[in-house]
């Protein structure tokens, strides 16, 4: 038996669990709704204020698609009840990042400003008060799309190994390179 996949998922209180026709599961709760459709050899049940996630055989694939699910519909109930956040900050000489009108626009080094319109669900606040270089902030109930677009985010600049300039996770350590040496 999957490790991952026989551990029930609690539900909280204010989380709604509902499963539909063709396995379309439905999780309501205080910060939106959020729906998958389980592949047809899993059963989702519910069973005092808990989700069991079964599989109907022993084959390889059903076996990693119970851990699969599980996970996927325990990042559902997560995101619906505390939501998911990402943090990116921006670091080099004048590179900034402004939002307004539901549109990010981020000044780069490069001769125009990039502009990002967030997918739907997505939020996106900059924080330039509390350190010396902008921080965005990435909140969402979807935990893929919420790392997808902090993902897109960081790829306009990446981070450069030598002055670390670049767009990168707050948490994140870049690998810094010497540079050139001086000659003899």
């Known amino acids: 038996m999957s490790r991952i996949g026989k551990q029930p998922i609690p539900l909280t209180d204010g989380v709604e ?79 900034r990042a402004s939002f307004s009108g539901g549109v990010l626009e981020l000044n780069l080094g490069y001769s125009h400003p990039i502009y990002f319109v967030p997918p739907e669900g997505i939020e996106i606040e900059v924080d330039t008060k509390t350190r010396k270089n902008p921080i965005l902030i990435i909140t969402g109930i979807d935990k893929e799309l919420v790392g997808q677009v902090a993902a897109k985010i960081r790829s306009m600049r990446k981070p450069e190994p030598y002055k670390g300039k670049g767009i990168r996770y707050l948490d994140e350590q870049i690998r810094r390179k010497a540079g050139k040496s001086a000659a003899k």
Request: proline share 1%.
């Open 17 to 95: 669990f509902s499963i539909g026709a063709d396995n379309v599961v439905t999780i309501k709760g205080n910060k939106g709704s959020n729906t998958l459709r389980v592949h047809p050899d899993i059963k989702v049940e519910t069973t005092d204020n808990e989700i069991v996630v079964t599989r109907t055989s022993e084959t390889k694939q059903q076996k990693s698609l119970h851990g699969l699910y599980r996970s996927l519909i325990n990042n559902m109930v997560e995101g619906v009840t505390d939501g998911y956040k990402k943090q990116l900050e921006i670091i080099g000489v004048g590179y």
